[in-house]
């Protein structure tokens, strides 16, 4: 599904299977997965112009609406632990509609998904084993999850499929490894080590501030959920011990419903550039709790600097800004900073200014995007190919040259193949002999004599 009309025909391009990660029907468009991966798609795709996802989605997404990227409609669950359980083998069926389509390779979002996914493809269509790479947003480990049990064992398995999986950081894969060790030997940790690696997520070059703000309001930023898991206790507890000492501050808990003190802002904001503009003017962001937070990058990308308790993620999300001046391992310590913050407003300026020349330049997509491409790079390297010595390959030269142009379906009928025959590796070869080409439309792919 697209509303893109006059689609330019791309050649020798990749078909990208999306196995998506679908949290939130209510909006698509405001779903933590669709948000992400429309990034990774108009970042790579400055990169490179040969791929083409094919993503099932709850609905439609405008945010998707790309000429590279094609939408197919897929049920779930809108509850995520029952969403991560569920795999509906006949919508797959219809979604790969594997005697007219062809994919290279799988992008998974969802590792509860992935043993299902390669199973699926391997032996209920004649693609076979293609390459899997992917991303994990979030796993049901014993520290986040609270179900009485979880899909925790699916997930390793699931990315024991894979050739490669992103994580948002390395304490995460590190945590996650730990809890690993309850299933699995040291070989199978060791594997599962070399998949996971810390993909960091990038900020939009244009949401990010030209300049911090000089003169700031005293305005104290929270702008996370305040939820025990990110230590929200704590702050509040340091908030009113700084209250103590002084009133001329007030401060903002975007994601509030209560105010918890009379000098409390929870008003919310009615578009993106509006909260970008009040972040921009506040004097200082607090991140509690031992877990990064991407609510921080909002703040960040506007020149917001950043207390943070001392964590292993939070230090290694923060080394690269060098910002010890921000870090504190205490309540007491957080009083005092934002004490200091407020009222040295040149060295709150200069933290400011660190942390927009860090956002510029590491944490701008244009630069996180490469381990992204690499593990594309990756999963197409793998792809195999039947050699020039294959008796069938001959035939499908000929007949392609014999007709011109024809699709995938029109191959398969003359050569008479079913499931038992991968032809994957027929493709490959077919995609880089010099007689022929692949051809997309925007909704078909052809092989086409040159």
């Known amino acids: 599904m697209s509303l893109f009309y006059d689609v330019e025909v791309k050649k020798n391009c990749y078909q990208v299977l999306v196995v998506p990660n679908i949290t939130y029907q209510k909006d698509i468009d405001k779903d933590s997965f669709v948000k ?16 083409i996802w094919h993503v099932p989605l709850t609905s439609y997404s405008s945010l998707l609406n790309l000429p590279n990227v094609k939408q197919y409609q897929l049920e779930l669950p809108t509850y995520p632990n029952s969403m991560r359980g569920h795999f509906d083998y ?7 509609n594997w005697k007219h389509k062809d994919f290279d390779f799988v992008y998974s979002h969802l590792p509860e998904w992935t043993v299902n996914i390669s199973n699926f493809l391997a032996n209920a269509t004649h693609f076979g084993k293609i390459p899997i790479v992917g991303y994990c947003h979030w796993t049901e480990t014993k520290e986040f999850a609270k179900y009485a ?38 070989e199978t940790l060791t594997k599962l080590q070399n998949i996971m690696n810390a993909q960091y997520i990038g900020v939009n070059e244009s949401d990010i501030s030209d ?11 929270f702008n996370h959920r305040p ?26 808990c975007s994601l509030a419903d209560k105010k918890d003190e009379d000098y409390f802002d929870i008003e919310g904001v009615d578009s ?3 909260y970008y503009e009040k972040l921009h003017r506040c004097s200082f962001g607090v991140l509690c709790g031992n877990r990064w ?108 040259d014999r007709h011109g142009k024809v699709t995938k379906n029109e191959i ?39």
């Open 227 to 252: 939820q025990a898991y990110r230590n929200y206790p704590m702050f509040l507890s340091a908030i009113r011990k700084l209250r103590e000492k002084r009133q001329d501050f007030t401060v903002w």
């Open 90 to 96: 006949n919508a797959w069926s219809r979604i790969v």
């Open 211 to 221: 300049d911090i703000c000089r003169e700031p309001e005293k305005v104290i930023v």
């Open 412 to 450: 398969m009928k003359f050569i008479g193949w079913g499931v038992g025959i991968d032809f994957s590796p027929y493709r490959q070869y077919l995609r880089n002999h010099p007689s022929v080409e692949l051809e997309w439309d925007g909704q078909m792919e052809y092989y086409v004599a040159v």
């Open 293 to 400: 937070a991407i609510s921080a990058q909002d703040g960040m990308i506007q020149g917001l600097p950043y207390l943070y308790q001392s964590s292993d993620e939070n230090r290694e999300l923060f080394s690269e800004l060098g910002a010890e001046c921000g870090k504190f391992y205490n309540e007491d310590q957080l009083v005092n900073l934002m004490d200091r913050y407020l009222t040295d407003v040149d060295y709150r300026n200069q933290y400011a200014e660190e942390t927009l020349y860090h956002v510029k330049h590491n944490m701008a997509w244009s630069n996180r995007i490469r381990l992204h491409n690499t593990m594309i790079d990756k999963a197409i390297h793998n792809l195999t190919s039947v050699t020039e010595r294959s008796q069938s390959v001959k035939k499908i030269l000929t007949f392609i």
């Open 36 to 51: 992400f991966f429309s990034d990774i798609v108009r970042e790579i795709g400055k990169i490179r112009d040969d791929l």
């Open 149 to 186: 049990k979880t899909y925790f064992p699916y997930n390793m398995m699931g990315t024991l499929e894979m050739l490669s999986c992103g994580l948002n950081t390395d304490t995460q894969i590190g945590n996650i490894l730990d809890e690993a060790k309850k299933y699995f030997n040291v």
């Open 272 to 274: 993106k550039q509006e």
